[in-house]
């Protein structure tokens, strides 16, 4: 009768596990002592600005600029545009950062009477402080456009990665 060979095959999977087990001791006694250093994210920053109710009676809204200090962000508005008039209207809104640097711009068709959400995202890595500005328009001699709830938020995060897919 042969005998089957699992217990040499238990005893080295065992001396492997221990192996394996006296590396990751080691490296964390490294990261105890000091030895070893690991990359810690910084909490991102929140910058928001808000309007509940706006007015945009001329071809050029009322427009938002503020300035963010160096550092890479990811920034976003949104707003809900309401036509107050009886005809159909193009609504376009566009955020702009480091005098268009970046942009990104929608547009939409407003009904008679009707309402419809905005939103625009811009990622931008200023080197120093820069401007950020948002600021919609609408056909000269249109009816007024309500803005309501605009939010706009810049998110300063460790790192941005943007490109095309």
Same mark, same amino acid.
């Given at each position: +009768?042969? +005998?089957?060979?699992?217990? @040499? ?11 394996? $087990? ?18 810690? $994210?910084? @909490? ?17 809204? @009322?427009?938002?600029? +503020? ?5 890479? &962000?990811?920034?976003? $508005? ?9 005809? $159909?209207?193009? &609504?376009? #809104? ?41 600021? #919609? ?9 309500? +803005? ?18």
């Amino acid at each position: +009768m042969t +005998m089957p060979l699992t217990t @040499p095959v238990r005893r080295r999977t065992g001396l492997r596990l221990s192996a394996l $087990a006296a590396v990751a001791t080691v490296a964390v006694g490294a990261l105890l002592a000091g030895n070893a250093t690991s990359a810690e $994210a910084v @909490p991102p920053e929140v910058i928001s600005r808000w309007n509940n109710e706006l007015i945009h009676s001329n071809s050029i809204s @009322p427009g938002f600029s +503020m300035f963010l200090a160096s550092g890479a &962000y990811t920034i976003t $508005a949104k707003l809900t545009a309401q036509n107050t008039g009886s005809a $159909a209207i193009t &609504y376009t #809104c566009l955020i702009s950062a480091a005098g268009g640097a970046d942009t990104d711009f929608a547009e939409v068709t407003l009904p008679p009477n009707g309402k419809q959400g905005v939103f625009v995202n811009v990622v931008h890595t200023f080197a120093g402080t820069g401007q950020l500005t948002f600021a #919609c328009t609408k056909p000269a001699g249109t009816a007024q456009v309500r +803005m309501q709830q605009v939010k706009i938020t810049a998110i300063k995060v460790n790192t941005l990665d943007n490109q095309p897919f």
